[in-house]
C-alpha cells in the first residue's frame, strides 16, 4: 500500500484557518487521496477525497499539488469541534477496498 | 438512529477466555469492514465483506479471530483463547460502494481489555 507522511501534532487557534500537509511521494496513477478525522473517543469519519483537482465541501477544502506528490487539507475557520486525529490516506479504487490509516495528525484548537 | 452501531461497548476479559463482538451495519450497506486500534495509533485493518462473502483477511487476523456475517447483515468478530496483547478498540464500519468516494461510516468501537 502506497504511505503517507503526515506531521505527527498541529497547534492552531480556533476561527483561524488550518493548513495540514500530507506527503505521498509514491502515490499512483489510480489512487485517490481520501481524509478520514478521529475525534476524542470516536470512530473516524469521513472528512473529504479527491483525485486531481482541489475540492471543497461544507467541512473543508482540499489542495493537490500538481504532480499528485503532496496535498493539503484546508479547515477556513477551525473550531473547538475540530480538534481531532486527522489521516490521510490513498486508496486505489481499482485495488483493495480498505482503507490503511497511519499515525495521522493530532490537532490541538487553542480557544 | 440509522449509524453503524457496535455492543458491547466494552469488555474486560481473563486471558484464554473467548469473546465475541457484534456489528450491526446501516441497513443499506452491503460492505462492512473490522479494524482494530491500539492506544496512540491509526486503526489497522482486520478482515472486508462484501454481503456475506469474507473477501480479505489481514495477516494481524490469526487463527484465533473469525468473523462472519450471515445473510450480509450484522457481523460477528470472534477471539479465541484471548492474550493481553489482544487488548485494543475493535472498530466496525460499513459502506455502500456504489461510487469512488465509497465512505465508510464507521460505529463507536468496543474496547477491549484483557486481563
Known amino acids: 500500500d502506497a504511505k503517507t507522511t503526515q506531521p505527527n501534532s498541529m497547534e492552531s487557534n480556533e476561527e483561524e484557518p488550518v493548513h495540514l500537509p500530507c506527503n505521498h511521494s509514491?502515490?499512483?496513477?489510480?489512487?485517490?487521496i481520501h481524509w478520514y478525522r478521529q475525534l476524542p473517543s470516536q470512530g473516524p469519519e469521513y472528512v473529504i477525497h479527491?483525485?486531481?483537482s482541489n475540492v471543497n465541501n461544507r467541512m473543508a477544502s482540499l489542495a493537490i499539488a500538481e504532480d499528485r506528490k503532496s496535498s493539503t487539507l484546508i479547515l477556513h475557520r477551525a473550531t473547538l469541534r475540530d480538534a481531532a486525529v486527522y489521516y490521510c490516506?490513498?486508496?486505489?479504487?481499482?485495488?483493495?477496498?480498505?482503507?490503511?490509516f497511519g499515525q495521522g495528525t493530532r490537532l490541538t484548537i487553542n480557544p | 438512529d440509522t449509524g453503524v452501531s457496535q455492543d458491547p461497548r466494552h469488555k474486560i476479559t481473563k486471558r484464554g477466555q473467548n469473546v465475541t463482538f457484534r456489528c450491526d451495519p446501516i441497513?443499506?450497506?452491503?460492505?462492512l469492514y473490522w479494524y482494530r486500534q491500539t492506544l496512540g495509533q491509526g486503526p489497522e485493518f482486520l478482515t472486508y465483506?462484501?454481503?456475506?462473502?469474507?473477501?480479505?483477511k489481514s495477516r494481524l487476523l490469526s487463527d484465533r479471530f473469525s468473523a462472519e456475517r450471515p445473510k450480509g447483515s450484522f457481523s460477528t468478530l470472534e477471539i479465541q483463547r484471548t492474550e493481553q496483547g489482544d487488548s485494543a478498540m475493535y472498530l466496525c464500519?460499513?459502506?455502500?460502494?456504489?461510487?469512488?468516494?465509497?465512505?465508510?461510516?464507521f460505529g463507536p468501537g468496543t474496547r477491549l481489555t484483557v486481563l
Open positions: 464500519a460499513s459502506s455502500l460502494g456504489s461510487d469512488r468516494r465509497d465512505e465508510q461510516f
Open positions: 509514491t502515490i499512483s496513477g489510480t489512487d485517490y
Open positions: 479527491g483525485l486531481t
Open positions: 490516506i490513498l486508496r486505489d479504487w481499482q485495488g483493495a477496498q480498505k482503507l490503511v
Open positions: 441497513s443499506e450497506h452491503n460492505r
Open positions: 465483506f462484501q454481503n456475506e462473502a469474507q473477501l480479505e
